[in-house]
């Protein structure tokens, strides 16, 4: 389904970046998590791992339904879908505000509702803005996803307002009504190109585009290739790690790094900004030196930042902070660095529902990182255990980009078949 007729004005393609940043910002609020988590054990009397059972839903519930919304954009476009998901993910976060006498209502509402609107919603730049920009395509997808990064800047000072002002269920019920008028405005300016669309000054090579239609797969064909599991679990481990953080920011600052209570606040929204600009800076830099050395420089990263963490970061906030900023920018570019490695692997045609599917590793890391870390935290009493095994997870992990390489292309695949049919 056509996005726009044939007829109207081509939109300026920055314009649909802005709309697709904004889009993001109000989906991204997610991240803000850890801002709740300490009231919400509070009120209800448990422990880390029960109250984070709610943000686990959600990003689980991301991943599934952005595979759906690959699906549902080729016939519903994307402006829809992504005005669909807006909509959705701000009605599970406003119903929460009837979760005060349960933490059940608060997985169904702001775990399983919401997590379902943002897989609707997220996908959408991703599949739309790289083809806006097929000159620049790490840095499109960059653009795309690095709004969702810093979600949560915005977010957290308004919480911090709203909380004392109407309560914790109520800042919820009022986030959820913004939510859906701030995502389904902007997703209402998300569309696609017209057919054949090239920015001026671009022309693509017939190489180019000759080496584009050879490695184009579908869904299907994607899965019938190992690369596609690599990539997979490449954005599975990658994710454990900042999530790990990501999860219980707030405390971990006061907790580990010393911080006062504003301080904490403060760690929360500088984790953001690391976010979304490690989506920007690490999709664009791998237009430079590919996304296959990207993720291999963020794992080594990454498993000597973890080491650091428990080592020169306890009771020095500034340490704690730096060294966590630098691992959020990892955990942001393996989001914005993993469409480009999966377009040059199996083509952009078919971006959409191939990386939507790979999606789910974002949910199904909610299993390992953010979960070691809160039962871990519960039984030592400590985050020094979760942060050395995030280490060796990171440090292992290297071994993926070091040994993947493109798969063949499909025709390549189909002469090899046919050599070894007539040589049987």
């Known amino acids: 389904m056509s996005s726009q007729a044939a007829s109207a004005p081509t939109p300026n393609r920055w314009v649909v970046a802005a709309a697709a940043v904004l889009m993001q910002l109000g989906l991204g609020a997610v991240y803000a998590w850890s801002i709740f988590r300490v009231p919400l054990s509070e009120h209800y009397g448990t422990g880390i791992t029960a109250v984070n059972w709610a943000f686990f839903i959600t990003i689980l519930m991301i991943g599934f339904a952005a595979f759906a919304a690959g ?26 505000y009837f979760a005060q006498d349960s933490l059940v209502v608060l997985y169904l509402t702001y775990g399983f509702i919401a997590g379902v609107g943002l897989g609707l919603g997220y996908i959408i730049p991703i599949q739309v803005l790289p083809k806006w920009f097929p000159d620049r395509p790490g840095f499109a997808t960059g653009i795309a996803v690095m709004g969702f990064g810093g979600g949560s800047a915005l977010t957290v000072p308004v919480a911090a307002y709203l909380v004392p002002a109407v309560g914790l269920f109520g800042t ?25 669309y090239s920015p001026e000054g671009y022309e693509p090579s017939e190489e180019e585009s000759d080496q584009e239609e050879e490695r184009t797969r579908d869904f299907r ?3 019938s290739t190992w690369q596609w599991y690599a990539l997979w679990a490449m954005l599975f481990l990658n994710v454990t790690a900042g999530l790990s953080i990501i999860s219980d920011a707030k405390a971990i600052a006061s907790e580990l790094g010393g911080a006062t209570a504003t301080l904490a606040s403060t760690f929360v929204v500088i984790l953001a900004v690391a976010n979304a600009a490690g989506r920007l800076g690490w999709a664009t830099f791998s237009d430079y030196i590919g996304p296959r050395n990207v993720f291999l420089t963020m794992f080594l990263l990454q498993a000597v930042l973890f080491l650091l963490i428990p080592l020169v970061g ?15 920018t990892c955990y942001g570019g393996g989001f914005s660095t993993m469409p480009t490695f999966a377009s040059a692997y199996f083509g952009s045609r078919n971006v959409g529902t191939i990386y939507g599917a790979m999606l789910t590793a974002w949910g199904l890391a909610t299993l390992l990182g953010p979960l070691i870390l809160a039962v871990s935290t519960d039984i030592t ?14 440090l292992v992990s290297a071994a993926i980009p070091i040994l993947i390489r493109p798969p063949e292309s499909p025709q390549e695949e189909a002469e090899a078949d046919a050599e070894a049919e007539a040589t049987a």
């Open 172 to 196: 919820f019920g009022i986030l959820g009504l913004a939510y859906i008028v701030f995502v389904g405005v902007a997703a209402f300016f998300v569309t696609n190109p017209p057919e054949g």
């Open 314 to 328: 306890r009771d020095v906030f500034f340490l704690l902070t730096i060294l966590s900023f630098i691992i959020l």
């Open 381 to 394: 009493g400590t985050y020094d255990l979760a942060l050395y095994i995030s280490a060796g997870i990171m």
């Open 221 to 223: 064909g994607a899965l």
């Open 71 to 96: 699906q549902l954009t080729g016939r519903l476009g994307p402006r829809l879908v992504g005005v669909i998901g807006g909509t959705v993910y701000g009605i599970g976060v406003a119903l929460a």
